[in-house]
């Protein structure tokens, strides 16, 4: 696993498609916050509630203008599975290509599981102020409280 980046530095540049088509840039999150929640699969005990309890706060998540993002490497038609299945309102996006935004920021590295060593998205959140900007950075998330942590920060910037 790469480093991840400081707080501070600017978001790299990226191109994620989206589940429900189109896809989403760093220009594109501009003038706004962001919450960009990286997560190992869809349908996963620990990444459904993740999910959902994202899903639960993102009114309050709209209402201090910032956009909530789910990242994983799964493809956007296993997104839209998954968000139909839990009824998910967070907007999900794949990182499918070697050398993107997960590479980029450090959450695509070496796991272990059961002694068995693989590489995978290491469950991280990143906090992006409206120029562009990390604010904050929560590695290798544990799910219980995690959004609502995620929610005051952003309520808070």
């Known amino acids: 696993m790469s480093a991840y980046p ?19 840039t760093r220009a594109d999150l501009a003038g706004g916050k962001a919450v960009l929640y990286f997560y190992p699969r ?8 993740e999910a959902k309890d994202f899903t639960a706060l993102l009114p309050r998540f709209r209402a201090s203008g910032t956009r909530v993002i789910g990242i994983s ?22 990182d499918a290509e070697e050398g993107g935004l997960s590479d980029a920021l450090g959450v695509w590295g070496e796991k272990q599981l059961y002694g068995k060593r693989f590489m995978g998205m290491i ?3 990143y906090l992006v102020d ?24 952003a309520e808070a910037l």
Do not use: M, N, Y
């Open 73 to 94: 490497k799964d493809s956007a038609d296993k997104h839209r599975k998954f968000a139909a299945k839990h009824d998910l309102a967070v907007e999900l996006a794949t």
């Open 123 to 125: 469950r991280a959140t």
């Open 6 to 24: 400081e707080v501070g530095e600017q978001l790299p540049d990226f191109a994620l498609a989206l589940s429900e088509g189109g896809t989403v």
């Open 42 to 49: 869809d349908d996963t005990p620990g990444c459904t509630t």
């Open 130 to 153: 409206a120029e562009g900007r990390i604010a904050r950075i929560w590695p290798r998330v544990k799910v219980a409280g995690h959004a609502a942590e995620v929610l005051a920060a």
